[in-house]
C-alpha cells in the first residue's frame, strides 16, 4: 500500500475512498453525495483528484488481494490503523469524518464494513478525547 504524506489531501481522501468501497460496490447516491458535497475542494485536492486517489486505492488493493473475493478483503485493523495514522489534523479529521459520514448514509444502508471503518476511526482520532478513569 502506498503511503502519503501526513495530513496531506490524498491520505484524507483515501478513507473516505476506502469507506466507498467497503461494501463492494460504489452507489451513484454515494458519489452524488460527495459531488454535492465539493469533497476534493473540501479535502484541498485538485478537480479530478478524488478520482484518482480512489483508482489508486484500488490498484493497491487489488495488490494485496490475492485471491480474495473482494478488495476490502486485505485490510485489517493494523493496515487500517496505519492509514487513519497519516491524518493526525483535528479539523481535517473531522472534515474527512463529516465526507464518510455523508457517502455511508447516503444509500439509506449503512453495511458492516462501512461501520467498522468509521468506529475505527472515531476511536483512533479521539482516543485523545475520551476521559480517563483513576
Not at 490475492?66 to 495514522?85: C, K, M, P, V
Not at 463529516?98 to 482516543?127: C, G, N, P, Y
Amino acid at each position: 500500500m502506498r503511503s502519503y504524506p501526513t495530513n496531506s489531501p490524498e491520505a484524507a481522501a483515501r478513507i473516505v475512498a476506502l469507506l466507498l468501497i467497503s461494501d463492494g460496490h460504489v452507489s451513484r447516491s454515494e458519489m452524488e453525495a460527495l459531488e454535492g458535497l465539493d469533497v476534493e475542494q473540501g479535502l484541498g485536492l485538485a478537480p479530478g483528484d478524488f478520482a484518482g486517489v480512489l483508482h489508486a486505492l484500488c490498484e493497491d488493493l487489488l495488490m494485496g488481494a490475492r485471491e480474495r473475493r473482494l478488495l476490502t478483503g486485505s485490510i485489517d485493523q493494523a493496515t487500517l490503523s496505519a492509514l487513519l495514522a497519516e491524518v493526525t489534523d483535528p479539523q481535517l479529521q473531522n472534515r474527512v469524518l463529516h465526507f464518510a459520514d455523508t457517502a455511508a448514509t447516503a444509500d439509506r444502508h449503512v453495511a458492516a464494513a462501512e461501520a467498522w471503518i468509521m468506529a475505527s476511526a472515531l476511536k483512533q482520532w479521539r482516543a485523545g478525547d475520551l476521559p480517563t478513569q483513576h
